[in-house]
């Protein structure tokens, strides 16, 4: 009887809600597209002009699609994640200490004490830190000019530290082994569920056949999804 009811539990769990698989997406094309039209930019002449308003597009695109979907999208679950995100608890703390004994001695990983790791916060907060700085910088060149312009400097520093940090997600997502499903979770928006007990047993996820009540949906744009998401 036990082994039915096992058998009969959903496989997979809910992680991420549309708004914030749009939020990650959205922010990750407009960084490679920044990325590839910042690199492409010349000194003067059309091609730098075109590349130029390519820049200021993708920037301007990744201010409007957030705001979009802060606004039209599910805000509760944002906060939650963006709250959760960034703060750092005694136990994450504990986890960075643990680095290098699990490099060095293969020491197990410290459990997260929700749905996010130390790791994951860290990521969180310098890539929002790193973007503002970007977007401040940027302002900055429109008004004063990119050359002897000491704000702009922080420009490419932010640049190469976000690029740092988006190759070890990419290597987090893509090719560790033991991370690699948590992408299923940025795509569909779930995860299986003993993936998510083995490395997060202290999350408490809602399995996918979980029905919510009206007053707990929460209406998004069409723009994002033609139907209304979970929360």
Known sequence: ???????????????????????????????????LSGGLLGHRGSF????????????????????????????????RTARELGRLEVEDHEWVEAIPSRLLRGAPEPAPTGKFNAGQKINFIFSVFLLVVLYVSGVDAIFFGRHHNFVFGFHGLAVFLLCFIVLGHLYMAIVNRSTRPALRGIITGEVDREWAHEHYPHWAPEPVDHQLTPSEEAPISPLLTGKEEKV
């Open 1 to 35: 009887m036990r082994e039915e009811l096992k058998s009969s539990e959903p496989t997979r769990v809910f992680r991420f809600t549309v708004s914030e698989r749009a939020v990650h997406w959205l922010t990750a094309l407009a960084f490679f597209s920044l990325l």
């Open 48 to 79: 730098h002009n075109v590349m130029y308003v390519w820049h200021l597009t993708s920037a301007g695109i990744l201010a409007a699609g957030f705001v979009l979907i802060v606004f039209r999208g599910n805000r509760r679950a944002l906060r």
